[in-house]
């Protein structure tokens, strides 16, 4: 069953650390949420339409509507993927209940 935040907001898009420091920014043209973290915990800077942060380890979770306009995703020497098997994974799910 869907919840009210996964009717407004569709879509999910995962980032998935692999063990070494990395940056990412996402850009939507719809409206972003960070799900199941604090933003303050996690050094995530979420605004209506973007959010950008570091990953090391573990994974984070973003709500959003409307489509992807950008991710950017660097290991910690600034190498962009995928000329650097060090980066973040990153999957969009558009139209998924649950998280």
């Given at each position: 069953m869907l919840?009210?935040?996964?009717d407004?907001l569709?879509h999910?898009?995962?980032?998935?650390?692999?063990?070494?420091?990395?940056?990412?920014?996402?850009?939507?043209?719809?409206?972003?949420?960070l799900?199941?973290?604090?933003?303050l915990?996690?050094?995530?800077?979420?605004?209506?339409?973007?959010?950008?942060?570091?990953?090391?380890?573990?994974?984070?979770?973003f709500?959003?509507?409307g489509?992807?306009?950008?991710?950017?995703?660097?290991?910690?020497?600034?190498?962009?993927?995928?000329?650097?098997?060090s980066?973040?994974?990153?999957?969009?799910?558009?139209?998924?209940?649950?998280?």
């Open positions: 919840t009210e935040t996964n407004v569709p999910l898009l995962t980032i998935v650390g692999r063990g070494v420091p990395s940056n990412y920014e996402i850009t939507v043209d719809g409206e972003l949420e799900v199941g973290a604090d933003p915990e996690e050094a995530t800077v979420v605004t209506d339409h973007s959010a950008e942060g570091a990953v090391d380890i573990g994974v984070m979770w709500r959003f509507s489509q992807m306009a950008n991710v950017h995703v660097v290991d910690w020497n600034g190498v962009a993927a995928p000329d650097s098997p980066t973040p994974e990153v999957h969009i799910n558009y139209g998924v209940s649950g998280r």
